[in-house]
T-cell receptor, first 116, second 116 residues
Framework: AQTVTQSQPEMSVQEAETVTLSCTYD???????LFWYKQPPSRQMILVIR??????QNATENRFSVNFQKAAKSFSLKISDSQLGDTAMYFC?????????????FGTGTRLTIIP | AAGVIQSPRHLIKEKRETATLKCYPI?????VYWYQQGPGQDPQFLIS???????DKGSIPDRFSAQQFSDYHSELNMSSLELGDSALYFC???????????????FGPGTRLTVL
């Protein structure tokens, strides 16, 4: 079974600053994928960034980047130049590659507030 | 671009009633996932389908059943509703992926079920 842990229930940061959200996970599989999802007040689930476990290079999407430490089973999200629209719940998630049966296992989330 | 459609968006039911939630995947997507997100909680996987067959089952109560139809839309049937069933129910769709790949799950906007 897979588990995902987010130890920061809430965080806040000033607009334009950088913030890092933490996530640790556990799986016995070698082939898996990690994700950060954003859930704004609209409750829509939006994929922010993904990381393939077999790739050593950390994924980057504009202002969002990850620090993937495979040995430590750590997967943190860094948001640079934070904007008011980044205010949301952020979920770390994990799936194993399984012939199209890739259910997502989510962490408990971090509520991020960007302060004007 | 077409997105995942869920209907209804909001549903209010009494205890012990029955509810049916519908999900219309993105065209040409053959895989559907259902997730339940209780108030203040992370999404929990319920059940998934690939090519109209159930592919995996999570923490879905026996009172719930689901199926995927020939046009790939899916329905989640919930009977003997309880107060604890009040939640946001997400459907996500994807194309089938191979053993060592992953195709992104696209989430619908969710159906908010309130049981009174």
């Amino acid at each position: 079974a897979q588990t995902v842990t987010q130890s920061q229930p809430e965080m806040s940061v000033q607009e334009a600053e950088t913030v890092t959200l933490s996530c640790t996970y556990d799986t016995s599989e070698n082939n898996y994928y990690l994700f950060w999802y954003k859930q704004p007040p609209s409750r829509q689930m939006i994929l922010v960034i993904r990381q393939e476990a077999y790739k050593q290079q950390n994924a980057t999407e504009n202002r969002f980047s990850v620090n993937f430490q495979k040995a430590a089973k750590s997967f943190s999200l860094k948001i640079s130049d934070s904007q008011l629209g980044d205010t949301a719940m952020y979920f770390c998630a994990l799936t194993i590659s399984n012939f199209g049966n890739e259910k997502l296992t989510f962490g408990t989330g971090t509520r991020l507030t960007i302060i004007p | 671009a077409a997105g995942v459609i869920q209907s209804p968006r909001h549903l209010i039911k009494e205890k012990r009633e029955t509810a049916t939630l519908k999900c219309y995947p993105i065209p040409r997507h053959d895989t559907v996932y259902w997730y339940q997100q209780g108030p203040g909680q992370d999404p929990q996987f319920l059940i998934s389908f690939y090519e109209k067959m159930q592919s995996d089952k999570g923490s879905i109560p026996d009172r719930f059943s689901a199926q995927q139809f020939s046009d790939y839309h899916s329905e989640l049937n919930m009977s003997s509703l309880e107060l604890g069933d009040s939640a946001l129910y997400f459907c996500a769709s994807s194309t089938h992926s191979g053993r060592t790949s992953y195709n992104e799950q696209f989430f619908g906007p969710g159906t908010r079920l309130t049981v009174l």
